[in-house]
Nanobody
């Protein structure tokens, strides 16, 4: 059974940092592209970033986070990360870890498994 379990969310002040983690199980993590997707209150899903299998090449999907958010993966730990710096109130959202069905994934490509999400709230 595929499982994706996110952690690391919480309440942070504007300008602060958080690192989200997603522990994967039930599949060969290193063989699949992965993504972070977020959903702000009252809004639709927004692909944040994707990282491929093999070469770990990255696609940044959300212009608003470029230069502030960094996706990475540790295949030895079956874990996906999202380092978020210089957080802004508009980054407030539920952040989901999700899996692509192939070694390659990109913005808006369909995802076949999702975690339960972790809440990030940026507020003073």
């Amino acid at each position: 059974e595929v499982q994706l379990v996110e952690s690391g969310g919480g309440l942070v002040q504007p300008g602060g940092s958080l690192r989200l983690s997603c522990v994967a199980s039930g599949f060969t993590f290193s063989s699949y592209a992965m993504s972070w997707v977020r959903q702000a209150p009252g809004k639709g899903l927004e692909w944040v970033s994707a990282i491929n299998s093999g070469d770990d090449s990255i696609t940044s999907c959300a212009d608003s986070v470029k230069g502030r958010f960094t996706i990475s993966r540790d295949n030895a730990k079956n874990t996906l990360y999202l380092q978020m710096n210089s957080l802004k109130p508009e980054d407030t959202a539920v952040y989901y870890c999700a899996k692509y069905s192939d070694v390659y994934g990109s913005c808006w490509y369909p995802l076949d498994y999702w975690g339960q999400g972790t809440q990030v709230t940026v507020s003073s």
